[in-house]
Protein backbone atom coordinates (compact mmCIF):
# COMPACT_ATOMS: atom_id res chain seq x y z
CA UNK A 1 0.00 0.00 0.00
CA UNK A 2 0.99 3.69 -0.90
CA UNK A 3 1.13 5.26 2.35
CA UNK A 4 -0.29 9.21 1.40
CA UNK A 5 0.80 11.96 3.50
CA UNK A 6 -1.72 13.52 1.77
CA UNK A 7 -4.87 12.43 3.73
CA UNK A 8 -2.88 12.48 6.83
CA UNK A 9 -2.49 16.25 6.11
CA UNK A 10 -6.27 16.86 5.49
CA UNK A 11 -7.49 14.98 8.68
CA UNK A 12 -5.24 17.58 10.79
CA UNK A 13 -6.32 20.06 9.18
CA UNK A 14 -9.96 19.66 9.66
CA UNK A 15 -8.74 19.68 13.35
CA UNK A 16 -6.66 22.90 13.04
CA UNK A 17 -9.52 25.09 11.27
CA UNK A 18 -11.97 24.33 14.22
CA UNK A 19 -9.20 25.48 16.83
CA UNK A 20 -8.01 28.56 14.37
CA UNK A 21 -11.98 29.17 14.41
CA UNK A 22 -12.28 29.21 18.09
CA UNK A 23 -8.94 31.26 18.94
CA UNK A 24 -10.20 33.99 16.04
CA UNK A 25 -13.35 34.34 18.47
CA UNK A 26 -11.48 35.12 21.09
CA UNK A 27 -9.57 38.17 19.23
CA UNK A 28 -6.57 35.63 18.22
CA UNK A 29 -4.70 35.89 14.97
CA UNK A 30 -2.34 32.86 14.98
CA UNK A 31 0.54 33.66 13.22
CA UNK A 32 4.25 32.14 12.38
CA UNK A 33 7.32 33.40 11.32
CA UNK A 34 9.29 31.42 8.53
CA UNK A 35 13.31 32.76 9.22
CA UNK A 36 15.08 31.51 6.72
CA UNK A 37 18.84 32.27 5.83
CA UNK A 38 19.62 32.02 1.73
CA UNK A 39 17.95 30.04 -0.67
CA UNK A 40 18.30 26.05 -0.34
CA UNK A 41 16.00 24.25 -2.58
CA UNK A 42 14.91 22.06 0.50
CA UNK A 43 13.96 24.97 2.58
CA UNK A 44 12.08 26.79 -0.20
CA UNK A 45 10.53 23.92 -0.92
CA UNK A 46 9.09 23.50 2.93
CA UNK A 47 8.35 27.33 2.82
CA UNK A 48 6.30 26.79 -0.33
CA UNK A 49 4.41 23.75 1.17
CA UNK A 50 3.87 25.77 4.78
CA UNK A 51 2.89 29.30 2.81
CA UNK A 52 0.15 27.05 0.58
CA UNK A 53 -1.20 25.01 3.73
CA UNK A 54 -1.31 28.11 5.99
CA UNK A 55 -3.76 29.54 3.65
CA UNK A 56 -6.33 26.88 3.61
CA UNK A 57 -5.81 27.03 7.25
CA UNK A 58 -6.66 30.57 7.80
CA UNK A 59 -3.24 31.42 9.16
CA UNK A 60 -0.80 33.98 9.06
CA UNK A 61 3.08 33.47 7.78
CA UNK A 62 5.99 36.19 7.82
CA UNK A 63 8.97 35.19 6.22
CA UNK A 64 12.18 36.98 7.58
CA UNK A 65 14.34 36.24 4.81
CA UNK A 66 18.78 37.52 5.36
CA UNK A 67 21.28 36.81 3.16
CA UNK A 68 23.72 34.09 3.13
CA UNK A 69 26.37 35.77 4.30
CA UNK A 70 24.80 37.46 7.79
CA UNK A 71 26.31 37.30 10.64
CA UNK A 72 25.76 35.23 14.20
CA UNK A 73 24.82 38.66 16.02
CA UNK A 74 22.00 39.68 12.37
CA UNK A 75 20.09 36.27 13.20
CA UNK A 76 19.92 36.83 17.03
CA UNK A 77 18.53 40.15 15.98
CA UNK A 78 15.78 39.30 14.02
CA UNK A 79 15.09 36.18 16.72
CA UNK A 80 14.95 38.44 19.27
CA UNK A 81 12.23 40.91 17.34
CA UNK A 82 10.26 37.46 16.82
CA UNK A 83 10.49 36.73 20.30
CA UNK A 84 9.38 40.22 21.16
CA UNK A 85 6.43 40.73 18.88
CA UNK A 86 3.29 39.59 20.81
CA UNK A 87 1.46 39.36 17.32
CA UNK A 88 3.49 36.52 16.45
CA UNK A 89 3.12 33.12 18.50
CA UNK A 90 6.24 30.66 16.62
CA UNK A 91 9.28 30.54 15.14
CA UNK A 92 10.22 28.05 12.31
CA UNK A 93 13.97 28.86 11.59
CA UNK A 94 15.54 26.32 8.78
CA UNK A 95 18.80 24.15 9.41
CA UNK A 96 20.97 23.27 8.93
CA UNK A 97 21.91 27.58 8.98
CA UNK A 98 25.19 27.89 6.66
CA UNK A 99 28.72 27.20 7.90
CA UNK A 100 29.56 30.89 9.48
CA UNK A 101 26.28 31.32 12.03
CA UNK A 102 26.90 29.69 15.14
CA UNK A 103 23.94 27.18 15.45
CA UNK A 104 24.69 26.13 19.03
CA UNK A 105 24.63 29.88 20.17
CA UNK A 106 21.45 30.69 17.89
CA UNK A 107 19.38 28.17 19.43
CA UNK A 108 19.05 28.85 22.79
CA UNK A 109 17.83 32.36 21.73
CA UNK A 110 14.23 31.04 20.27
CA UNK A 111 11.36 32.11 23.08
CA UNK A 112 10.78 28.22 24.25
CA UNK A 113 6.96 29.17 24.11
CA UNK A 114 7.21 29.92 20.47
CA UNK A 115 9.78 27.18 19.42
CA UNK A 116 7.41 25.32 17.27
CA UNK A 117 10.23 22.69 15.39
CA UNK A 118 11.90 21.97 18.56
CA UNK A 119 15.05 24.12 18.58
CA UNK A 120 15.50 25.31 21.59
CA UNK A 121 17.47 22.49 24.12
CA UNK A 122 14.84 23.31 26.66
CA UNK A 123 11.91 21.38 24.43
CA UNK A 124 14.65 19.03 23.11
CA UNK A 125 15.33 17.58 26.67
CA UNK A 126 11.36 17.57 27.09
CA UNK A 127 11.44 15.05 24.16
CA UNK A 128 13.79 13.13 25.49
CA UNK A 129 11.96 12.88 28.39
CA UNK A 130 8.79 11.84 27.08
CA UNK A 131 7.23 15.07 28.54
CA UNK A 132 4.77 16.52 26.24
CA UNK A 133 4.25 20.03 27.17
CA UNK A 134 6.76 21.06 25.23
CA UNK A 135 7.13 21.23 21.18
CA UNK A 136 8.36 18.33 19.48
CA UNK A 137 10.00 18.53 16.14
CA UNK A 138 7.38 18.42 13.05
CA UNK A 139 8.98 16.00 10.95
CA UNK A 140 9.54 13.19 13.26
CA UNK A 141 5.95 14.01 14.71
CA UNK A 142 5.08 13.76 10.87
CA UNK A 143 6.34 10.26 11.03
CA UNK A 144 4.79 9.18 14.03
CA UNK A 145 0.60 11.03 12.84
CA UNK A 146 1.74 8.81 9.46
CA UNK A 147 2.01 5.45 11.10
CA UNK A 148 -0.80 6.27 13.78
CA UNK A 149 -3.24 7.02 10.58
CA UNK A 150 -2.64 4.09 8.90
CA UNK A 151 -2.93 1.76 11.87
CA UNK A 152 0.60 0.75 11.80
CA UNK A 153 1.39 -0.26 15.69
CA UNK A 154 4.86 0.78 16.96
CA UNK A 155 4.98 -1.28 20.04
CA UNK A 156 7.61 -3.83 20.57
CA UNK A 157 8.26 -3.59 16.63
CA UNK A 158 12.01 -3.80 15.14
CA UNK A 159 12.28 -0.15 13.83
CA UNK A 160 15.63 1.18 12.30
CA UNK A 161 15.82 4.49 11.79
CA UNK A 162 19.11 5.60 9.12
CA UNK A 163 20.18 9.33 10.36
CA UNK A 164 20.89 10.74 13.28
CA UNK A 165 20.08 13.89 12.88
CA UNK A 166 18.88 16.63 15.74
CA UNK A 167 15.83 17.72 12.75
CA UNK A 168 15.04 13.97 11.64
CA UNK A 169 16.78 10.76 13.55
CA UNK A 170 17.53 11.36 17.02
CA UNK A 171 14.25 13.22 18.04
CA UNK A 172 12.96 10.61 15.78
CA UNK A 173 14.12 7.62 17.68
CA UNK A 174 13.05 9.27 21.08
CA UNK A 175 9.45 9.88 20.11
CA UNK A 176 9.50 6.21 18.20
CA UNK A 177 11.01 4.57 21.88
CA UNK A 178 7.91 6.87 23.97
CA UNK A 179 6.22 4.57 21.70
CA UNK A 180 7.66 0.90 22.97
CA UNK A 181 9.15 0.38 19.58
CA UNK A 182 12.56 -1.45 19.87
CA UNK A 183 14.92 1.33 18.15
CA UNK A 184 17.80 0.83 15.99
CA UNK A 185 19.76 4.10 15.03
CA UNK A 186 22.22 3.87 11.76
CA UNK A 187 24.62 6.20 10.51
CA UNK A 188 27.54 7.20 7.86
CA UNK A 189 29.80 4.80 10.36
CA UNK A 190 27.35 1.84 10.93
CA UNK A 191 28.86 -1.56 8.97
CA UNK A 192 26.17 -3.88 7.10
CA UNK A 193 23.49 -1.62 6.98
CA UNK A 194 21.85 -3.47 4.59
CA UNK A 195 21.84 -6.61 6.86
CA UNK A 196 20.33 -4.20 9.85
CA UNK A 197 17.96 -2.92 7.53
CA UNK A 198 16.11 -5.59 5.87
CA UNK A 199 15.14 -7.36 9.29
CA UNK A 200 13.52 -4.57 10.08
CA UNK A 201 9.66 -4.30 10.48
CA UNK A 202 9.73 -0.72 10.31
CA UNK A 203 12.72 1.49 7.75
CA UNK A 204 12.35 4.92 8.27
CA UNK A 205 15.30 6.50 5.89
CA UNK A 206 16.35 9.95 6.35
CA UNK A 207 19.96 10.61 4.99
CA UNK A 208 19.53 12.76 2.73
CA UNK A 209 20.78 11.00 -0.56
CA UNK A 210 18.36 10.52 -3.32
CA UNK A 211 17.21 7.66 -4.15
CA UNK A 212 19.79 5.69 -2.38
CA UNK A 213 18.32 2.99 -0.69
CA UNK A 214 17.09 0.18 -3.01
CA UNK A 215 15.54 -3.29 -3.22
CA UNK A 216 18.82 -4.39 -1.59
CA UNK A 217 18.11 -2.73 1.66
CA UNK A 218 14.80 -4.17 2.46
CA UNK A 219 12.55 -7.00 2.95
CA UNK A 220 8.95 -8.27 2.26
CA UNK A 221 7.19 -6.92 4.92
CA UNK A 222 8.77 -3.87 5.29
CA UNK A 223 6.64 -0.77 5.98
CA UNK A 224 9.06 2.19 4.37
CA UNK A 225 8.57 5.52 5.50
CA UNK A 226 10.90 7.82 3.18
CA UNK A 227 11.72 11.30 5.16
CA UNK A 228 14.35 12.50 2.29
CA UNK A 229 13.53 15.46 0.26
CA UNK A 230 16.37 15.69 -2.63
CA UNK A 231 16.37 17.26 -6.08
CA UNK A 232 16.94 14.45 -9.09
CA UNK A 233 19.39 14.65 -11.79
CA UNK A 234 16.38 16.26 -14.03
CA UNK A 235 15.25 18.28 -11.55
CA UNK A 236 12.34 16.51 -9.68
CA UNK A 237 11.35 16.22 -6.30
CA UNK A 238 12.19 12.80 -5.22
CA UNK A 239 13.23 11.10 -1.61
CA UNK A 240 15.97 9.15 0.10
CA UNK A 241 14.58 5.51 -1.44
CA UNK A 242 14.58 4.58 -4.82
CA UNK A 243 10.98 3.93 -5.24
CA UNK A 244 10.33 2.58 -8.39
CA UNK A 245 12.77 -0.26 -7.10
CA UNK A 246 11.00 -1.32 -3.47
CA UNK A 247 7.72 -0.35 -4.38
CA UNK A 248 6.29 -4.03 -5.52
CA UNK A 249 8.96 -5.84 -2.64
CA UNK A 250 7.87 -3.63 0.41
CA UNK A 251 4.66 -4.14 2.24
CA UNK A 252 4.16 -0.20 2.32
CA UNK A 253 6.11 3.13 1.24
CA UNK A 254 5.42 6.33 1.22
CA UNK A 255 5.93 8.68 -1.95
CA UNK A 256 7.96 11.74 -2.01
CA UNK A 257 6.14 14.43 -2.95
CA UNK A 258 3.09 13.82 -0.95
CA UNK A 259 4.46 11.87 2.12
CA UNK A 260 6.28 12.87 5.25
CA UNK A 261 7.15 16.37 3.68
CA UNK A 262 3.11 17.01 3.08
CA UNK A 263 2.34 16.33 6.76
CA UNK A 264 5.27 18.21 8.13
CA UNK A 265 4.13 21.24 6.98
CA UNK A 266 0.58 20.47 8.85
CA UNK A 267 1.93 19.60 11.75
CA UNK A 268 4.06 23.00 11.80
CA UNK A 269 0.54 24.85 12.19
CA UNK A 270 -0.77 22.23 14.83
CA UNK A 271 2.57 22.89 16.69
CA UNK A 272 1.78 26.59 16.44
CA UNK A 273 -1.57 26.79 18.01
CA UNK A 274 -0.68 25.38 20.83
CA UNK A 275 1.84 27.50 20.56
CA UNK A 276 -0.62 30.60 20.85
CA UNK A 277 -2.85 28.21 23.70
CA UNK A 278 0.43 28.59 25.73
CA UNK A 279 0.88 32.67 25.15
CA UNK A 280 -2.65 33.44 25.59
CA UNK A 281 -2.79 31.46 29.47
N1 LIG B 1 10.10 15.39 4.77
C1 LIG B 1 10.42 16.34 5.62
O1 LIG B 1 9.55 16.94 6.20
C2 LIG B 1 11.85 16.64 5.87
C3 LIG B 1 12.80 16.11 5.08
N2 LIG B 1 14.12 16.29 5.33
C4 LIG B 1 15.05 15.58 4.45
O2 LIG B 1 15.51 14.42 5.15
C5 LIG B 1 16.85 14.13 4.78
C6 LIG B 1 17.73 14.11 6.01
O3 LIG B 1 17.74 15.39 6.58
P1 LIG B 1 18.69 15.75 7.82
O4 LIG B 1 18.46 14.77 8.91
O5 LIG B 1 18.47 17.18 8.08
O6 LIG B 1 20.13 15.50 7.15
P2 LIG B 1 21.62 15.54 7.74
O7 LIG B 1 22.51 15.71 6.58
O8 LIG B 1 21.69 16.50 8.88
O9 LIG B 1 21.81 14.07 8.36
C7 LIG B 1 21.94 12.94 7.54
C8 LIG B 1 22.15 11.72 8.40
O10 LIG B 1 22.24 10.59 7.54
C9 LIG B 1 23.43 9.86 7.79
N3 LIG B 1 23.93 9.33 6.54
C10 LIG B 1 24.37 10.03 5.46
N4 LIG B 1 24.75 9.19 4.48
C11 LIG B 1 24.55 7.93 4.94
C12 LIG B 1 24.75 6.64 4.40
N5 LIG B 1 25.25 6.46 3.19
N6 LIG B 1 24.42 5.57 5.16
C13 LIG B 1 23.91 5.73 6.39
N7 LIG B 1 23.70 6.93 6.96
C14 LIG B 1 24.01 8.02 6.25
C15 LIG B 1 24.40 10.84 8.43
O11 LIG B 1 25.31 10.12 9.23
P3 LIG B 1 26.46 10.85 10.12
O12 LIG B 1 25.75 11.39 11.33
O13 LIG B 1 27.38 9.75 10.47
O14 LIG B 1 27.05 11.91 9.27
C16 LIG B 1 23.44 11.74 9.21
O15 LIG B 1 23.20 11.23 10.50
C17 LIG B 1 17.19 15.18 3.73
O16 LIG B 1 16.89 14.65 2.46
C18 LIG B 1 16.26 16.34 4.05
O17 LIG B 1 16.02 17.15 2.94
C19 LIG B 1 14.57 17.00 6.42
C20 LIG B 1 13.66 17.57 7.25
C21 LIG B 1 12.25 17.47 7.01
N1 LIG C 1 14.35 23.49 11.23
C1 LIG C 1 14.07 22.77 10.13
N2 LIG C 1 13.08 21.84 10.18
C2 LIG C 1 12.75 21.14 9.05
O1 LIG C 1 11.83 20.30 9.12
C3 LIG C 1 13.45 21.38 7.82
C4 LIG C 1 14.46 22.36 7.83
N3 LIG C 1 14.76 23.01 8.98
N4 LIG C 1 15.15 22.63 6.68
C5 LIG C 1 14.72 22.07 5.40
C6 LIG C 1 14.14 20.68 5.55
C7 LIG C 1 13.30 20.23 4.35
N5 LIG C 1 11.94 20.13 4.84
C8 LIG C 1 10.77 19.98 4.08
C9 LIG C 1 9.52 19.87 4.68
C10 LIG C 1 8.35 19.82 3.93
C11 LIG C 1 8.42 19.84 2.56
C12 LIG C 1 7.16 19.79 1.79
O2 LIG C 1 6.15 20.39 2.13
N6 LIG C 1 7.15 19.06 0.69
C13 LIG C 1 5.98 18.85 -0.12
C14 LIG C 1 6.17 19.48 -1.49
C15 LIG C 1 6.17 20.99 -1.44
C16 LIG C 1 6.50 21.63 -2.82
O3 LIG C 1 7.66 21.66 -3.21
O4 LIG C 1 5.55 22.14 -3.44
C17 LIG C 1 5.80 17.35 -0.24
O5 LIG C 1 6.70 16.60 0.16
O6 LIG C 1 4.73 16.93 -0.70
C18 LIG C 1 9.64 19.93 1.94
C19 LIG C 1 10.82 20.01 2.69
C20 LIG C 1 11.93 20.45 6.16
N7 LIG C 1 13.13 20.73 6.64
Redesign the pocket.
Known amino acids: MILYGKQVAEKLSDEIIEEVRSLKEKGIEPKLAIVRVGKNE ?1 DLS ?1 ERGALKRAEKLGIKVEVFELEEGVKTEDLIECIDKINNDALIHGILLF ?2 LPKNIDENKIKNYINPNKDVDCINPINVAKVMEGDKTGFAP ?2 PS ?1 VIEILKHYGIELKGKNVVV ?4 M ?3 KPLSMLLLNEDATVTI ?5 RN ?1 KEITKKADILIV ?4 AK ?1 INKEYVGENTVVID ?4 VDNVGNLCG ?1 VDFEDVKDIVSDITPVPGG ?2 AV ?1 NTVLFKNLINACRLQIK
Not at 186 to 190: A, P, R, V
Open positions: GYRPCTAIGRSVVGCHSKTLAIGRYVGINDVGT
